[in-house]
């Protein structure tokens, strides 16, 4: 499954309620762009994460540049591509379904959630998903697991 990353950067996909908040980590990637603009913001963005998760103490990902950027917005996917939290399991099996991957693939996505916290303004939520948010671990699937959840 090919992904052009770098139509986030434009409208409308960078307005996605889905993509809220990645202004931010876009802001914070810019210098660097500036820095060496060679680099297409594919190459940076996906090495940007696999260098994270690796600082994390998760795995080392193998990476090669060559990805292309997209001139503007005439490539971006429609919105509602990726998961509503508030629609459970069934919802998000069915989006990610719709893309071609299987129940492992969903669930090592979705594991990224261990990773990072949630921001009122940008979600509707509040706080890290789990209680070492700086830390690759299996922490997100043990607090879906080990807790009792209830509807609000």
């Known amino acids: 499954m090919a992904v052009s990353l770098p139509t986030c950067r434009w409208a409308p996909e960078s307005n996605h309620a889905a993509n809220a ?3 931010v980590a876009r802001e914070l990637l810019e210098p660097i762009k500036k820095q060496f603009p060679w680099i297409s913001y594919a190459d940076l963005w996906t090495l940007a994460g696999a260098t994270a998760v690796e600082a994390m103490g998760g795995p080392t990902i193998p990476w090669r540049p060559g990805r292309k950027d997209h001139d503007d917005g005439t490539y971006c996917p429609p919105d509602m591509r990726l ?3 508030g629609k459970g399991a069934p919802h998000v099996r069915d989006i990610f379904g719709r893309m071609g991957m ?4 969903t669930v ?3 594991g990224a959630h261990c990773l990072g916290r949630c921001h009122t303004d940008r979600s509707g939520y ?3 998903w789990t209680n070492a948010p700086t830390t690759f671990s299996n922490l997100y699937f043990q607090e879906l697991v080990n807790n009792k959840w ?3």
């Open 102 to 105: 299987d129940e492992r693939e």
């Open 21 to 23: 908040g990645l202004q």
């Open 150 to 152: 209830y509807v609000s």
């Open 108 to 110: 090592a996505l979705i």
């Open 83 to 85: 998961p509503d939290a």
């Open 126 to 128: 509040n706080g890290p």
